[in-house]
Structures are given as structure tokens and as C-alpha cells.
């Protein structure tokens, strides 16, 4: 039983490491935050002074703001639907006795190692290029035109992408689940007559809604500030400009540090929305 003496020593040796965390997180967010009260033109004279709300009433004001959030939103709510569903197919299938199936496994982990530019440049010039492509050339085969994916089908483009990077880390998570269920469950349901569909909905699907709500959680917070895979394929075109992707392009444009300040505080504040309303949903399956 842990003494008074001792968790005081764990405090203090523990002080150190969460002195550092804390100033990782709070010195930058203090900077936002303030920035996004003034007007900072770093190439252009410094800082001009405070302009207060300002830069928060340009930010919101723009016409682009309120598309680049529902296309923050579509991204995200597009690639959890194709990773959660295809997640747990691929971990069902991969819980299955085959031949080489260690093999299999790193197979299609794999994609989520690679860097969000490499996998877009090679989605991009190897795959949905209309004319060396080759989908352009699977197409061609059926005698059927190209479809320039980028340009008449942006969305589910950058959707398709993406979706192709996570669902490797969506099928770990849920292959460690599934190989957690007890066998016995199942065996009792299959000699009861139970049919297939029956035993994954009642049985495997509630076993998985702890592990879902986790795969959702993680990936929500890294889509909500997708950027690499729009900068490489699109750069916000045909409707893929993402709310990260407008601040970048605000500030590149205008050089103004502070009005990219209040755009980053709506970001935090979006992504805090987004969270609050999924540990409400599907959060309280963590206190099952």
C-alpha cells in the first residue's frame, strides 16, 4: 500500500516530465492565442500592433471559411465510414487460418507507414493520372474514357486516399479485438443454429464497439487537420480546401501571422466540438 512518503516522491520525480508536457502544449498555444489578437506581418514591418477581433471577424467572414469546414467534415466522416466498415472485414478476414498469414498482415499494414506525401504522389501520378494512370488504363481496356479523378471526382479522391493510409491502423485495432473475443461464445451460438449474420451482430459487433470507439477517437483528431494529401494532389481545388488548408493559404497569401492565428484558434475549436460530440455518442462504450 502506497505510503504518504511515497507518492510524494512519485509527484516530484514525475513533476519534471509533466512540467516539460504541459510547456510543449500551453507555449504554443499562448502564442496563437495572442497572435491572433494582433497584426503581424513578418515580411512586411513585424508586428503593427493589436487589432483585437479582427482577424477572427475576417477569418469567419470569408466565403471560403464555412465550405472549408464542411469539407473538413465530409473528409473525416468519408474515411471513418471506409475504415471502421472495411476495418472489420479485413480483421475478420485476417483472424482466419491461411497460408502465409503473417505475410498477409504486414501486407496490409504496411500503407500506414508511408508518409502522407509519398502515398499522395503515388495515388496521384500512379494511379489517378488520366493519361499514364493506371484506373486510365483499366478503363481504356473496357473502352471507356479516363475519368480525371482529381478534377471531376476531388472529394471522393481525397477521400479514397486517405482512407487508404488509415485503414491499416483501423484493421490493427480491430484484429486485436477480434482475436480477444472467447471462441466459446461463438461455438455456443453456431450449435444453437444461430446463422452467420446473427453471430457477427450480436456477438462480434458488440465485442468491437469498445475498439471502434477508439479507432474513431485517434483518427478524427489527426483527419481534422488533414493537409499533407490536399498540399500534394489538389492544393484545395474543386471543393477540397479543408479548414487547415485555408489557414495556410491565408497566411501565405495575406503574410499575415495573426490572421493564420485566429484561423488555427476556430481550428482547435472545431476540433474540440468534433470531440465533445463523439465521446458523447460513442465515448461512453470506454466505460463499459
Known sequence: MATQHSRSAARLMMAPAVILLLGWMLVPLSMTVLFSFKKYLPMRGGDLGWVGFDNYVRFVSSSAFWPSVQATLLIVGGVLLITVVLGVVLALLLDQPMWGQGIVRIL?????????????????????????????????????????????????????????????????ILLTAV?????????????????????????????????????????????????????????????TKTLTYLIFQRVLESQNVGLGSAGGVYAIILANIVAIFLMRIVGKNLDA
Do not use: C
Open 108 to 172: 496490409v499494414i504496411a500503407p500506414f507507414f508511408v508518409m502522407p506525401t509519398v502515398s499522395a504522389l503515388v495515388w496521384k501520378n500512379m494511379f489517378m493520372d488520366p493519361v499514364n494512370g493506371l484506373l486510365a488504363h483499366v478503363w481504356k481496356f473496357f473502352g471507356a474514357a479516363p475519368v480525371e479523378w482529381l478534377s471531376q471526382a476531388s472529394m471522393q479522391s481525397i477521400i479514397l486516399i486517405v482512407s487508404w493510409q488509415w485503414l491499416p491502423f483501423a484493421t490493427l
Open 179 to 239: 482475436q480477444s473475443l472467447d471462441s466459446e461464445q461463438l461455438e455456443a451460438a453456431e450449435m444453437d443454429g444461430a446463422p452467420v449474420f446473427k453471430r457477427f451482430w450480436y456477438i462480434i459487433l458488440p465485442h468491437l464497439a469498445r475498439a471502434i470507439t477508439v479507432v474513431v477517437l485517434i483518427q478524427t483528431i489527426f483527419l481534422l487537420s488533414i493537409f499533407a494529401e490536399i498540399f500534394v494532389t489538389t492544393q484545395g481545388s474543386f471543393g
